[in-house]
C-alpha cells in the first residue's frame, strides 16, 4: 500500500493552532488511514493509503481536520518516493550552499506558473534566493531569516497559492525514517 507524508500549513507555529499529535494520529485513523505516525510537531503526518489519487487525498485530510478542528489545515501530499527525492535534489551549486544560513523546502500543491514564478523571484535578494524544482521551492537564506524581508505569508499573498515550508534537515530526517520499499528486482540473465 502507498506511503505518503501529509505536511499541514501552520500546525503547532508561534502557540497558534496547536493539536496535540495523539489528536491528529487519532483523526488520520478515523478518516480511514493506515500505518499513521507523526513526526515531530509541526504537522508532518505519515500515513498508509490505497487511494491513488493525491488531489483526492489532500481533500478528504482537509475535509476530516476543518469538521475536527474548526479551521482550515491546508494539506500538501508527497509520496515517501517523492520525499525522498526532494530530500537529495542539489537545488544549488556548492559555493552558495557553503554560505547559506539555512535552506529550506518549500511545499505547493502545483507546480508555479510565469506569473507566479516572476513573482517568487522578485523576493530574490542579498539575503535570499530560489530554486523552483516540480512542486518546490527551495529557499537559501544567507542570513538569519529574521533578517530577510521575505516570508510565507507575503509568498502566499504574491503567488495567489498556498504552501508550507520545512527546514532541508526535517524533509532529510523525513526521508531517511520513512525511505520508500526497495523493490524486488528479477534476475534475467541467461544460462548461457
Not at 513573482?119 to 542570513?143: G, K, N
Amino acid at each position: 500500500m502507498p506511503r505518503y507524508v501529509a505536511l499541514l500549513r501552520a500546525i503547532n507555529v508561534g502557540g497558534q493552532n496547536v493539536v496535540k499529535m495523539d489528536q491528529l494520529r487519532r483523526l488520520f485513523e478515523k478518516a480511514g488511514f493506515s500505518g499513521v505516525e507523526t513526526f515531530i510537531a509541526s504537522g508532518n503526518v505519515i500515513f498508509e493509503s490505497g487511494a491513488k489519487n493525491g488531489a483526492a487525498v489532500e481533500k478528504k485530510i482537509e475535509t476530516t481536520l476543518r469538521g475536527a478542528l474548526g479551521w482550515d489545515v491546508h494539506t500538501f501530499l508527497r509520496t515517501d518516493q517523492e520525499i525522498a527525492r526532494i530530500a537529495v535534489h542539489p537545488p544549488f551549486p556548492p559555493l552558495k550552499m557553503n554560505n547559506a544560513r539555512a535552506l529550506n523546502v518549500g511545499f505547493l500543491k502545483d507546480p508555479l506558473n510565469a506569473a507566479a514564478t516572476r513573482a517568487l523571484m522578485a523576493f530574490t535578494s542579498d539575503i535570499d534566493d530560489f530554486h523552483i524544482h516540480q512542486r518546490e521551492i527551495y529557499w537559501l537564506c544567507r542570513e538569519g531569516q529574521s533578517d530577510s524581508k521575505f516570508s510565507n505569508v507575503k509568498l502566499e499573498k504574491s503567488i495567489g497559492a498556498c504552501c508550507t515550508f520545512r527546514s532541508i534537515s526535517t524533509v532529510m530526517k523525513l526521508a531517511a525514517k520513512y525511505p520508500p520499499p526497495v523493490t524486488k528486482r528479477s534476475d534475467h540473465r541467461g544460462d548461457g
